[in-house]
C-alpha cells in the first residue's frame, strides 16, 4: 500500500495561510471506482483512500509510515515568497500622505 505525504495548499478563495503548516499522510486508491448503473454515483470497496492522518512535521509522517511498513512518497511543496508591503493596509489611509489618493 503506498501513501502520499505532503502539505496542503492554501484555500484559493482567501489569501490566508491557515491549515497550510500541517502535514498529511493519504492513502493511494487501490482499486478503480465503480459507477452505480440505477443512480450513476460512484463507488469504491477501498476504505484506505478515506482516511487522512495530518502530523505536525514531515519527519513525524514519515516516521509513522515507517513504523507501520507503509511505502510513501513525499510531496514537496512550493512555497510562494510574501507579499509584504513597507506600510501595509493602514498605508492606504495615512494622514501624510504626499501624493492624491488613487482609489
Known amino acids: 500500500m503506498i501513501a502520499r505525504i505532503y502539505q496542503p495548499a492554501r484555500n484559493a478563495m482567501t489569501s490566508g495561510q491557515a491549515k497550510t503548516k500541517i502535514w498529511v499522510l493519504e492513502f493511494t486508491q487501490s482499486s478503480a471506482r465503480d459507477i452505480d448503473p440505477l443512480m450513476g454515483w ?12 495530518r502530523f505536525s512535521s514531515k519527519e513525524a509522517a514519515l ?9 510513501a512518497q513525499v510531496t514537496e511543496p512550493h512555497k510562494r515568497k510574501p507579499n509584504v508591503r513597507a506600510g501595509g493596509y493602514g498605508e492606504n489611509f495615512a ?8 482609489h
Do not use: C, F
Not at 460512484?42 to 492522518?53: E, H, I, N, R
Open 63 to 71: 516516521d509513522y509510515a515507517q513504523e507501520r511498513g507503509i511505502q
Open 42 to 53: 460512484t463507488a469504491t470497496d477501498d476504505t484506505q483512500s478515506q482516511v487522512k492522518l
Open 95 to 102: 494622514t501624510n500622505r504626499k501624493g492624491a489618493w488613487t
